[in-house]
């Protein structure tokens, strides 16, 4: 368990750092976007390694919950080596890169839900697939509009859609409920934590589409500075929030 834990950190590493061998990607002392990323990255990383490492401080059925924290930090942060080195040299705002982290982060950090649920035995398959589809239909909505595959206005409206859809079903919907009766206060705290950071932390970013996509007025610059700041509070604390309820539930440091 320890070595898989280490191989799995050393690759993780490793592909990030393929990522940033282009000996031109120069950071420049002025560019606060860049080092936005660079700062946000590191971040990432070090979540990563925070929560594989904590895997073995939790209890069994709160560890595949920790586990995917680890892995949504560990593909932001391979995806902030590219995006990185996107803008650091070219300046453009690396969108393909955003869409392809959040197709897949995403998803996972829905199916959280599920799993902090299926840690006290509460959850069932229907909310698996709900939230999983919620997610798919709001990024995929989001992506053909940015893109330029639909009309912006449309893949806006769709992307709302799917995320008013994953609102629903943790405020009012079985997953929600199923959380309000579990009786379990770790749980609890979580679940009402991860809600606020998923109605409010994820509205950040169609704001961002808003503004940078139907009625201008926000440059490149302040939509990526934004979008990192949010990624960092969606993706880690988000994942400290479940460590927090895992270690609690488990009594510290029970092995
Ligand atoms: C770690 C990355 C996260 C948590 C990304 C979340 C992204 C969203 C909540 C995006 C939402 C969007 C809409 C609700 C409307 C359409 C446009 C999107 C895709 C930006």
Redesign the pocket.
Known sequence: MKKLKLFALAAVALMGLSGAANADAMLAQDDFVGISFWVISMGMLAATAFFFMETGNVAAGWRTSVIVAGLVTGI?FIHYMYMREVWVTTGDSPTVYRYI??LI??PL?MVEFYLILSAVGKANSGMFWRLLLGSVV??V???L?EAGYINATL??II??A??VYILYEVFSGEAGKAAAKSGNKALVTAFGAMRMIVTVG?AI??L??VFGYLTGGVDAESLNVVYNLA?FV??IAFGLVIWAAATSSSGRRAK
Do not use: E, H, I
């Open positions: 932001a982290d959040w982060t995403v950090q709001m990024l909505g989001g992506y509009g893949g806006f992307g709302m799917g995320w994820w970013y169609p961002g589409y990624d969606n993706k």
